[in-house]
């Protein structure tokens, strides 16, 4: 990871260069101000104002003087998560920019680069931002920091990312902030009662576990953390073909977020005693894998019939999301990449919500919209809750037919909250399909500030 400090400097630093900007409706009137020379230097540069785009101004001794970006009118915060990189090592200065915050936030990010396996280095670009007015700098530290967390973590290979790298990587977190961490693994998982977790893992020569953290004062509101921890997926005897299974070194992505996420509140002391869950699981095959309409019991004593040994992610969930409602969380949440039907329905950069709480869903929205880290809710429709029985068994993991499955497997879910006062569930993709500005190919963190967000303002300012 890029040092905070490679990529941000303090105010106090003097001969920053400014980056004016201007979007392409305000163009005409910001360029009537410049000089001559600048006019003629910015028309025969192409530049017009336009998103992305970046004209950089020489003074009259042939520096750099000044450079302009482009952004939309409706002041996307991505706009500048290109920025940095397009720009040669200096110091910088924003102005004119509408959200601070969201520039200093895209700038990191665009900083952003996986090379842990690359033999030569991919060269930093060495440009600095000075803090804007306003940001406040030690939030948007953390909020790189712990997005740069989630990305390594879906980025890293499956062979460099199995349950107990997992399990490695969220003792380092919890170290960090001294949260309390245990780790059930293998067979423990069958005498500490999880054993639908057991039981999708068992064909891995890696062992199945849960990681789960707890941190903060036993007397603040309790908020608990579930992600899906799926660090490879074969697809089980139902075998996913070669292109379905390329990209399963991303099926911990919910787990990921959750972990990042939970070092995001951490490190931010956010007034709440926080609970983190992941059942970290390689659905893999071999002999003692699990047989299609085989029939397990989990945690909650409701039974499963696997329909499907491919959907295998709701079953862990179904051990970790009732232990969590256990202790009766005021906010039970999880994070999973779960379903095809999901992506059909809203693509791959949108994250599903479903929610049980209507106060806590308008909450969850309001939130996105204001970091710009989209949620969209979908229902819990009641009406479909009856396709989610099983013939042999209390539920069915894989409900016959292709409809409405992202509801279904949402609705599956529910049936494991136990005493959750309210619960949120978000199915995501966890992968940027192709480069966007601060957002490469790749993990990607995704509604985690929003989730943040929403916490922050249901339960107030960080301990003291």
């Known amino acids: ?89 200096g110091l910088y200065a924003l ?73 490695d990587a969220a003792a380092g977190i919890a170290d960090k902030h001294g949260a309390e961490i245990t780790v059930i693994t293998g067979d423990a998982l069958l005498e500490a009662n999880y054993p639908s977790i057991h039981a999708v893992g068992r064909a891995s020569d890696n062992p199945p576990l849960l990681i789960d953290i707890t941190w903060g004062d036993p007397s603040h509101p309790k908020v608990t953390l579930v992600g899906k921890g799926v660090c490879f997926d074969t697809g089980g005897l ?64 409701k039974t499963i019939e696997i329909a499907n040994t491919d959907a295998e992610g709701r079953v862990i969930l179904a051990d970790a999301l009732f232990e969590g409602g256990a202790e009766n969380p005021d906010l039970l949440i999880d994070f999973a990449t779960l379903t095809g039907a999901a992506r059909v329905a809203l693509g791959p950069d949108l994250p599903a919500l479903f929610c049980n709480d209507d106060g806590l869903a308008a909450e969850l929205i309001a939130a996105a919209k204001a970091v710009d880290d989209p949620l969209w809710q979908l229902p819990l429709w009641a009406a479909y809750r009856k396709m989610v029985d099983g013939a042999t068994a209390d539920l069915t993991n894989a409900p016959e037919g292709r409809f409405g499955g992202a509801i279904t497997a949402a609705l599956f879910l529910e049936e494991f909250i136990n005493g959750a006062k309210s619960w949120a569930h978000v199915d995501l993709m966890g992968w940027n399909q192709s480069a966007k500005p601060g957002r490469p190919v790749g993990g990607e963190a995704m509604g985690i500030r929003a989730v943040f967000g929403a916490i922050e303002q249901r339960f107030g300012a960080p301990a003291k």
């Open 1 to 89: 990871m890029t040092d905070i400090n490679d990529l941000y400097a303090d105010a106090s630093l003097e001969g920053a260069v400014t980056i004016e900007i201007v979007s392409k409706d305000g163009f005409d009137g910001w360029l009537a101000g410049k000089d001559d020379a600048q006019r003629t230097w910015i028309g025969s540069a192409g530049f017009k104002g336009e998103a992305g785009a970046l004209c950089l101004v020489p003074g009259t001794d042939g520096a750099l003087a000044g450079v302009v970006a482009g952004v939309s009118d409706d002041g996307d915060m991505w706009d500048l998560g290109g920025l940095r990189e397009q720009l040669p090592a």
């Open 95 to 167: 102005e004119g920019a509408a959200d601070v915050e969201g520039a200093a936030l895209a700038w990191g990010l665009g900083a952003y680069k996986f090379d842990r396996y690359k033999g030569d280095k991919i060269a930093d670009g060495g440009a600095r931002l000075v803090w804007p007015d306003g940001c406040r700098a030690e939030r948007v530290s953390n909020w790189v920091e712990s997005i740069t967390l989630t990305r390594d973590l879906i980025n890293t290979p499956a062979g460099d990312m199995g349950p107990a790298d997992m399990a």
């Open 238 to 301: 139902d075998i996913k073909a070669a292109d379905g299974m390329k990209l399963m070194k991303k099926d911990m992505g919910g787990g990921a977020n959750m972990l990042g996420l939970g070092n995001m509140i951490m490190a931010s002391g956010l007034a709440v005693r926080l609970r983190v869950l992941v059942p970290a699981v390689e659905n893999a095959i071999s002999g003692n894998a699990l047989y299609p309409l085989d029939v397990i019991t989990t945690r909650s004593g």
